[in-house]
């Protein structure tokens, strides 16, 4: 089995009330998309995908609170034909992976989502930030899978 994890930060970072305080990322909003395609020219793949929830704004923070441990959401199986792609996007993670869960846009939240798949898969993570100043960067990461 190969096991791609692809980071997200989804949602808007205010400014904190203190100019000392410090969260997670610096102040702006923050999108992720991750691509998938099925490299395989005859061959389909069914994958499993889920989402694991490391931060939310909802959530109290205290200084323990990024040690403890989270579970992963459900997990939803997808296919993918010879040849094709799909994007999980911010709204999927939100409302398909992360459902139950009180994360609507814009809350900012950020995380995991893991894909397992029998076959190879072309996996891109692509990010975007807006600075409070509305200057805006974009960067890609390709997922290397680790196999278990």
Do not use: C
Request: aromatic share 6%; charged share 20%; proline share 12%.
């Amino acid at each position: 089995m190969l096991v791609y994890a692809a980071k997200f930060i989804l949602g808007s970072m205010p400014q904190p009330p203190q100019p000392a305080e410090e969260g997670p990322v610096e102040p702006g909003s923050y999108a992720t998309g991750i691509n998938i395609h099925n490299p395989s020219p005859r061959q389909a793949v069914t994958f499993v995908k889920k989402a694991v929830l490391l931060f939310s704004e909802t959530e109290a923070v205290k200084e323990e609170g990024f040690e403890i441990p989270k579970p992963p959401s459900e997990r939803r199986e997808a296919q993918l034909g010879p040849d094709y792609g799909m994007q999980i996007d911010g709204r999927d993670i939100r409302q398909v992976l992360l459902s139950g869960q009180p994360v609507a846009a814009p809350l900012f939240i950020e995380g995991w989502v893991v894909i397992e798949s029998p076959l190879p898969l072309d996996v891109v993570a692509v990010y975007t930030v807006r600075a409070p100043n509305g200057t805006v960067s974009i960067a890609t990461d390709r997922v290397i899978p680790t196999q278990v």
